[in-house]
């Protein structure tokens, strides 16, 4: 019966021999018994949370590429133990100690729990950003953090996972019009001249 107790948590829960309990080898020869465990390993049969979706969201400029306040969204399943992270304010260094970015979404950003499954990413600098991340950018989680992303009792072992490559979009780009002529030697305009149209 488990039913008083709070979860043991993975890489957390520890015990020790106290020396009252007059734990010795047998035949007992020794001292008593006075140590500490380390740290419990393995899992209690629970799934590890796995990324389900990665998608971009265009909100600051309608250009195909990331701006500040564009996001990234990314649902995992079963519902996590938020990496034991505020819901709100996680810094860049929070992100980056556990989830790994396969190109530079820029300089700065920010993240929040939307609830205990979907992690938002917020674009707050895009200096030095990859271009062409559409299709490029890969989350993958990082299960050796301190403290990785586990499912909601805390107990699975850290989320190794990696999504696919990220879908949706910063936004559509507007069609951009541009002309040209082309034309031989002669400085006028004359037959078998050209005007190219570039969208």
Not at 17 to 35: D, F, H, I, K
Not at 75 to 104: C, E, H, M, Y
């Amino acid at each position: 019966d488990v039913s008083p107790a709070g979860p043991p948590q993975i890489s957390l829960f520890s015990l020790a021999l106290r020396a009252s309990a007059g734990l010795r080898n047998y035949p007992p020869q020794s001292g008593v018994c006075e140590m500490s465990s380390g740290f419990l390993t393995g899992d209690f049969g629970t799934i590890i949370p796995d990324i389900v979706s990665f998608i971009a969201s265009g909100t600051a400029g309608a250009d195909g590429k990331p701006d500040p306040g564009d996001t990234l969204t990314i649902v995992f399943w079963p519902p996590t133990n938020f990496a034991r992270l505020p819901s709100k304010g996680i810094t860049k260094a929070q992100i980056d100690a556990i989830l790994s970015l396969s190109l530079s979404i820029g300089a700065s950003y920010s993240g929040r729990w939307i609830n205990t499954e979907t992690l938002q990413i917020t674009l707050l600098d895009t200096t030095g950003a990859d271009p062409w991340l559409l299709g490029r950018l890969v989350v993958t989680c990082k299960p050796g953090a301190v403290a990785p992303i586990r499912n909601a009792d805390g107990i699975s072992l850290g989320c190794f996972d990696a999504s696919l490559p990220v879908s949706g979009d910063f936004g559509v780009s507007l069609l951009t019009l541009g002309i040209t002529a082309v034309g031989d030697s002669n400085p006028a305009v004359s037959a078998g001249d050209l005007i190219i149209v570039a969208f």
